[in-house]
């Protein structure tokens, strides 16, 4: 159910802007996502870095950005954590954490070998894909996975399995181009945070093209990246532009504002509230507000703040989903 309307006072004038820029404007429906930002995974991936620091002291080093959002790889800096590309710039005497996206089954390997503290952040429903894999290469399958070249979790779930098991596919095109025959025994997996009706098209060409194929018995879209998705349907259509809190490198944000395009409703990423441009409000009577996975909340308020120094804003939650998801902190933190 949705929220009863909810006017937010304009408050300050931003600088340089006459006192009352925001009071003498048209109002502007404000319809908020809900659910938006944070998952669980990445919940868990921030807390398992606070309690590493809180356990082993600050530094605490962390194999590439924890999750994709920069004010939280700064706020955990200022902390005592110490992000780096790769496992040879972490000292053997200091513990490391891996990021929320996966990392290939060989930086954990080699992490052992240098007898190294380290910390897995993987998100939990990655590390489901993960086992699917391992099951569908017992059974003699070869993987089609589709994913996004060059994500840090394509580039942990190829991992797990050695090259030339797993093929990447994706779009519809790469589909075409694969190369075997209808008979092969083959099995397919996905990232977790694609567009769920790109991703069901290609399903669907793979399906066509080799009607053996296996799939999870669930699709390995996450919870998160689908109700976030779902939400952004149920506004955009009402809107004149949807703006999305998230990273340029968040797979899950972008989907987001390809949601809204698809809809025929103009989409911007955002990271912070200083690049909303005052212009993009002329002539509009509502706008919609969502924020990837990885997005704070307080970034989110900050939107809605500044957007309301600029007009009158009528604030309403378009709820699609409940979320109550917790996942456990790994065991050599849960005490
Ligand atoms: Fe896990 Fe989904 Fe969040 Fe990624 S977006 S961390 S897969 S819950």
Redesign the pocket.
């Known amino acids: 159910m949705n929220a009863p309307f909810h006017d937010t006072a304009p408050a300050n004038a931003p600088s340089g802007a006459p006192a009352n820029a925001a009071s003498s404007a048209a109002p502007l429906t404000l319809l908020i996502a809900a659910p938006r930002g944070f998952?669980?995974?990445?919940d868990r991936?921030i807390e398992i870095v606070e309690k590493a620091l809180e356990k082993y002291g600050a530094p605490v080093y962390v194999r590439h950005e924890i999750?994709h959002n920069k004010y939280v790889v700064e706020g955990l800096k200022a902390k005592g954590a110490i992000f780096v590309k790769e496992l040879d710039e972490v000292p053997t005497d200091a513990p490391v954490v891996f990021s929320?996206?996966g990392v290939p089954k060989s930086v954990p390997a080699e992490a052992e070998r240098r007898n190294m503290v380290y910390v897995d952040a993987t998100?939990?429903?990655?590390s489901k894909v993960h086992r699917q894999a391992e099951r569908q290469l017992e059974k003699g399958r070869h993987i089609i996975f589709i994913g996004h070249a060059g994500h840090p979790?394509v580039i942990g779930t190829m991992g797990q399995v050695e090259p030339g098991q797993m093929t990447l596919v994706e779009n519809i095109e790469d589909v075409d181009k694969l190369p075997f025959n209808t008979d092969e025994e083959l099995a397919y997996l996905t990232q977790?945070?694609l567009s769920v009706d790109d991703t069901a098209e290609v399903i669907e060409a793979l399906e066509w093209r080799y009607p053996n194929i296996q799939g999870p018995k669930a699709e390995d879209i996450?919870?998160?990246?689908s109700n976030r998705q779902k939400a952004v349907k149920e506004l955009a259509r009402d809107c004149d532009l949807v703006l999305v809190v998230g990273a340029p490198n968040s797979s899950?944000s972008l989907r987001l504002v390809e949601v809204a395009e698809r809809l025929g409703t103009p989409g911007k990423l955002i990271q912070r509230a200083s690049e909303i441009d005052p212009a993009w409000l002329d002539g509009i009577d509502a706008i919609g507000l969502t924020a990837g996975?990885?997005a704070p909340e307080v970034l989110v308020r900050e939107v809605v703040d500044a957007l309301a120094k600029l007009r009158p804003i009528k604030e309403r939650t378009i709820t699609a989903a409940e979320e109550k998801?917790v996942f456990k902190l790994p065991r050599q933190l849960a005490e």
């Open positions: 998952c669980a995974g990445v991936a999750v929320a996206h998100c939990p429903l990655v979790e977790t945070t996450c919870y998160a990246t899950n996975a990885s998801m």
